[in-house]
């Protein structure tokens, strides 16, 4: 079941499908006047040709198994959403420092020391953004 | 003569001190970010487009073009010294990272900066001599020739950058999906918004840009767990005499391959290093040494790659259709400013067209002036280690992604799209190619249904008209040729099963 090529087909698939059912709810109109559900239903019935083309081109071609690391991208995902809601609630300068602390797990290698001097210099390009470029940073 | 009159007009505009400093920020910023790792042109611009917001048009399209052959100019450097073709320019690996290890690091890196020089500056010739002229022939262009050109956009872009139709069409299609998303404009019917306020006016370009490929890389880079060890040889710029009569024939050479290729559907800097880099092997006078460490494996394609990365911007400017994900990206860019790239633009935005082929002479010049003599110091980036380096890459994502609208709830949706991203890599889908449909699929669509409505829905339309009838029928024939490649390769497949020696490994294409 693991094989990289079937997948990318049924991930298609998926997607396609999502699209395609989708533009159900949407008036079709006619082809010389579309409304607004007919183009995304030709669209997705293209890429569902496409992927079920994947799915049968898997079965005669070498299987390659693929490689997913759940942890990485988990944190990764984990600390934009932390620096979202960080600062949502609280303020950009602590979203800055949840961002460093938590996304550096997934690093090689992990040193506090080396967060703090990495969110102190993020913390003062934030500054300058904000006074200097005029980005508006909810920073405190 | 109209053409150095206008050229003359545009280094007016360019040369104004607040662009001259926009288009050095461009250059220094661009080939910074280009140097760093898993960071190709597309990153680095999705990356920095939120920094032009607050700029003039002018100024930050000029920027804008900056970051962008800068990058692809920092991209070659890493690649001559490390070997580390981030996404770009995997040619210059070859000949470049033989000549590092020859101990000509200096001859090469300086053969590369002057062939971009003259690659640079013959591409700006063709694009002051052709965009006009193209803007002309675009006026013909009615609905069912636009959606052609796109369609036959895709094909080709998704042939390149991936290697496989299949794959790329498929994730074009998922793009233009994507673009769906948002309002109707012809109905205003709001389509798979999810009822989410933040997705009424669709998904914003930035969003998907970072998360494909900022946080999407990324996170593939950590995966990898790749430390690298930062050059620390020395550096010998100046060539000899006879070194440097070496580099002009070939550099020429590339020129005109790269200016060619980056006028096509599909072309751009990646298919142009490697035509320059054939031709070069094939007709160059010293081609037995290319692939050891000769000067002219490097120059050919650094100038057809700088001459490509220009010349690509014809399409985009004249007639409106960006022709890979990078313009499709500028495109984004133009739109966001204001500026609808395409035959009227030329005309309309004189300053801004002109100012930007001029800033582009004007940018070749910074890069070889600040690259060339301080390239030793941009070397030091690569000391930077990467566990110091993602989290503030991870930093600049979110700032860029919420000063669009300053907006948190954007921030949710890059989130998302980096998951997507991920999936996507490693499923070995290449996603620059969903950028294009991104971009273009609004823009399909409304040629599409215009084009049925002026055909009273039937779709001869499409092929009797004799630009997209052509196009089509291109098409067509793409679509067979891989057909039947597909069963040669299954045929071949079914062979080595039973034993015979197994076939040459295809050519890596390198995504734009």
Request: hydrophobic residues 50%.
């Amino acid at each position: 079941m693991n094989d990289r090529h079937l997948l990318k087909g049924l991930f298609l698939i998926a997607v396609a499908l999502a699209f395609g059912l989708g533009s159900f709810k949407y008036q079709m109109g006619h082809f010389e006047r579309a409304g607004p559900g007919l183009f995304p239903l030709l669209v997705s019935s293209v890429l569902l040709a496409i992927g079920v083309t994947i799915v049968l081109r898997s079965f005669f071609i070498d299987k390659v198994p693929m490689y997913f690391n759940l942890k990485n991208i988990a944190i990764i995902l984990g600390s934009l959403v932390g620096f979202a809601l960080g600062s949502l609630y609280i303020n950009m300068i602590v979203g800055i420092l949840f961002l460093v602390f938590f996304s550096t797990l997934a690093g090689t290698s992990y040193s506090a020391w080396r967060n703090v001097k990495i969110a102190a210099v993020l913390i003062a390009i934030a500054f300058a953004f904000k006074d200097g470029l005029g980005l508006q940073l909810p920073l405190y | 003569m109209e053409m150095l009159h206008n050229l003359a007009f545009g280094f007016e505009h360019a040369l104004t001190m607040q662009n001259l400093m926009f288009c050095a920020i461009g250059c220094v910023v661009g080939t910074l970010v280009g140097l760093l790792p898993g960071l190709g042109p597309l990153a680095t611009i999705s990356l920095l487009l939120p920094l032009t917001y607050s700029i003039p048009t002018t100024g930050a399209l000029i920027m804008l073009a900056g970051i962008y052959y800068g990058a692809q100019y920092g991209d070659s450097v890493s690649a001559i010294t490390m070997k580390i073709p981030h996404a770009s320019s995997i040619v210059a690996c070859i000949d470049g990272y033989q000549m590092t290890l020859k101990g000509k690091t200096g001859l090469a890196l300086f053969t590369a900066g002057v062939s971009s020089f003259i690659g640079g500056t013959v591409a700006i010739v063709v694009l002051a001599a052709l965009a006009p002229a193209l803007g002309e022939v675009a006026l013909m262009f009615g609905p069912a020739d636009y959606a052609a050109l796109m369609m036959f956009g895709f094909v080709c872009v998704s042939f390149v950058t991936t290697g496989s139709l299949l794959d790329g069409l498929a994730v074009c299609m998922l793009g233009v999906l994507l673009g769906q998303i948002g309002t109707d404009i012809n109905s205003g019917v709001q389509r798979y918004t999810l009822n989410f306020a933040s997705l009424v006016d669709g998904v914003g370009l930035v969003s998907v840009a970072l998360g494909c490929f900022g946080i999407a890389e990324i996170t593939k880079n950590l995966d990898e767990h790749s430390e690298r060890t930062p050059f620390s040889g020395k550096i010998h710029l100046m060539p000899t005499w006879p070194e440097f009569k070496r580099i002009i024939p070939s550099a020429l050479r590339g020129s005109a391959v790269g200016s060619f290729l980056g006028i096509l559907p599909g072309g751009g800097p990646s298919i142009a290093q490697f035509a320059a880099y054939a031709l070069d092997k094939k007709f160059s006078k010293y081609r037995d040494e290319i692939g050891h460490g000769a000067i002219e494996g490097v120059a050919g394609q650094a100038a057809a790659d700088e001459a490509a990365s220009r010349t690509s911007f014809i399409p985009l400017m004249s007639i409106g259709i960006p022709e890979n994900p990078v313009m499709a990206l500028m495109m984004g860019a133009f739109i966001i400013k204001g500026i609808q790239p395409g035959p009227n633009m030329i005309k309309e935005h004189a300053e801004l067209f002109w100012g930007l082929v001029a800033s582009m002479w004007v940018g070749n010049c910074f890069l070889i002036i600040l690259n060339v003599p301080l390239v030793r110091y941009w070397l030091s980036v690569f000391k930077i280690p990467y566990n110091v380096l993602f989290p503030a890459i991870l930093f600049f994502c979110c700032v860029g992604t919420y000063s669009v609208n300053n907006s948190l709830d954007d921030m949710f949706i890059t989130a998302a799209f980096g998951l997507m991203g991920y999936i996507m890599l490693r499923l070995e889908l290449e996603p620059a190619p969903l950028l294009l449909g991104f971009i273009l699929g609004p823009m399909l669509e409304e040629n599409f249904r215009r084009a049925l409505l002026l055909s009273r829905g039937s779709f001869t339309i499409f092929v009797t008209r004799p630009i997209s009838g052509t196009l089509f029928g291109l098409i067509a024939l793409f679509i067979v040729w891989q057909l039947f490649a597909f069963f040669r390769d299954g045929r071949k497949r079914a062979a080595q099963r039973k034993g015979e020696p197994p076939p040459q490994p295809p050519i890596p294409v390198a995504p734009e």
